[in-house]
């Protein structure tokens, strides 16, 4: 089984790159009184520069605007580097690389070190609140010397939690009125509590397994909706969602590996749910032009529960729709938190956020990385069972070894090798988790319901288990389907649903619904 990091110390590579100035005539001599060493703009510190498909990366050397008159001869060390055109070539994945430039600049000579930086793969932070996070900062994911952001202020460094500080944003549509900005920045840096968020935990654990540093990219604002994030507004720059982002990708280098996506809420009410299919698909399309990535991959979660009451058909709409998406898109993928807890009535908590973050690295570790990683179940088909019970089949099951069905922890305990455990190492739940395959909980399954069209609910169902093959459900009974009532299956109806669904790999089953059972009768 995947670990969910492997804190490594790569330790700090240096970048040997001599320079001489047009000027020089001599050699040797005290450096003078005053003297300043050049500066750089780039490599930026902290900076992850997206690498290639060989694994490498062209870094630029740029010299700020009052170094003047310097040119670049030639780079050597390690690792073996070319420099052609104001460029670093080929510097492979790794880091943290410190540049170490031996110059020369009116007779004088001296040395300046630039760093650290890094390559590896950046990764968008996109969506609303839920990837904004707002998550207690309590037992936040400590931060990891391969994991890098790209703040909303649009500086690297160390990413730790909170990453998203919109006030700090440099774009209105994010940190609104700039005459008081500095002062609400103040405030916030002093007295925040809340804002940890799946990025983190997500870049931690990519990092950790594939040894590839990580960059994350800042970009999620709370509360916000698919028109806001309308790409038809991207001529509007920093005063739109979707150009503000674009801004921050090419301030990132232009390039990234992937983008995570975490939006929907808001989109859940009668009017927008109609089209927000056209929308979404619309969106992915966008980005993936912009950023002229055609394959992009793009990873993204289904909302999940929200404590209030009243009609939820709105809500459930759009979580059907985003389970169903990656039938149709190709390089997508979808995540589901049902069975997450909250730290208020809408936003995931931070430790649902760790295993949120863990369960979209195992989409990307084995989609990218050929590593075991996971996929999400999701709903193959509905059939008829033995007796009075209904099969509910799934696919895409992430299967471990053969089930210890008698060992009650395999029965009672939902999501076993979930990030809570594994993030702090617990050896023997890494050891019972192995023991277990295919879905979970065993018995006693919660989320699953057979209702009328218009969602009253037709008390049926009064248990529900894994079935022997490990990847379907049976739905045991009290009576046989009525044959003069139209009845529709669902697993999470409701706006805020108990289900308890996972599998081996902690990857949780999606909302869906609703499945007509007509054919079945």
Not at 379 to 392: A, E, F, I
Request: aromatic fraction near 8%.
């Amino acid at each position: 089984m995947m670990l969910p990091f492997d804190r490594r110390s790569l330790g700090s590579t240096l970048l040997v790159v001599t320079f001489l100035a047009g000027s020089a005539q001599s050699q040797g001599g005290a450096i003078p009184s005053g003297h300043k060493n050049p500066t750089f703009t780039e490599p930026t510190p902290h900076r992850v520069y997206q690498r290639d498909a060989t694994g490498k990366a062209d870094i630029p050397l740029v010299l700020d605007g009052e170094s003047k008159d310097v040119k670049i001869l030639s780079i050597e060390g390690s690792p073996r580097s070319r420099l052609r055109d104001g460029k670093i070539l080929g510097v492979p994945t790794g880091g943290p690389y410190n540049a170490v430039v031996n110059y020369v600049s009116n007779d004088v000579h001296g040395q300046v070190t630039i760093g650290p930086f890094f390559v590896g793969d950046l990764w968008v932070l996109a969506g609303q609140s839920n990837m904004e996070g707002v998550g207690n900062l309590v037992d936040v994911t400590p931060s990891y010397d391969q994991v890098m952001l790209l703040g909303m202020d649009g500086t690297w460094g160390e990413a730790k939690e909170p990453l998203h500080w919109l006030v700090d944003s440099p774009d209105p549509v994010h940190s609104g009125d700039p005459n008081t900005r500095e002062a609400r920045s103040t405030e916030q840096h002093k007295n925040r509590t809340k804002g940890a968020g799946l990025g983190l935990p997500f870049g931690v654990v990519m990092a950790g397994n594939t040894g590839v540093p990580v960059g994350l990219v800042a970009c999620a604002h709370g509360g916000t909706s698919m028109e806001g994030w309308s790409p038809a507004k991207k001529d509007q720059g920093g005063k739109s969602l979707y150009g503000s982002m674009l801004r921050q990708v090419k301030l990132a280098g232009g390039k990234v590996k992937g983008v995570l996506w975490y939006q929907g809420e808001s989109d859940a009410n009668p009017a927008a749910a109609e089209i927000f299919l056209q929308k979404f698909t619309e969106l992915i399309s966008a980005v993936r032009s912009d950023f002229n990535q055609p394959h992009l991959p793009f990873y993204y979660v289904q909302i999940g529960r929200f404590a209030k009451a009243g009609d939820p058909a709105s809500w459930n709409k759009v979580q059907d729709l985003q389970r169903k998406i990656p039938e149709t898109i190709l390089n997508t993928a979808v995540v589901s938190v049902l069975d997450l807890e909250l730290d208020d009535g809408i936003h995931v908590g931070t430790a649902g956020l760790k295993r949120l973050g863990t369960r979209l690295a195992r989409i990307a570790l084995r989609e990218l990385f050929g590593q075991e990683g996971g996929t999400t179940p999701t709903l193959d088909r509905v059939y008829k069972g033995q007796g009075n019970s209904l099969v509910v089949k799934f696919r895409n099951v992430n299967v471990g070894p053969a089930a210890a069905q008698d060992d009650p922890l395999a029965l009672d305990q939902p999501g076993l090798a979930n990030m809570s455990l594994l993030v702090n190492s617990d050896r023997t739940a890494i050891e019972v988790a192995r023991q277990i395959s295919g879905l979970m909980p065993r018995r006693h399954i919660a989320g699953f319901s057979l209702r009328k069209q218009d969602g009253t609910e037709y008390p049926l169902i009064y248990e529900a288990m894994v079935g022997s093959a490990n990847d379907s459900v049976i739905l045991k009974l009290d009576r046989s389907l009525p044959n003069d009532e139209k009845l529709f299956l669902w697993y999470g109806w409701g706006y805020d649903p108990y289900c308890n669904l996972a599998d081996y790999a902690d990857m949780a089953v999606p909302m869906f619904g609703p499945i007509s059972l007509d054919e079945l009768k």
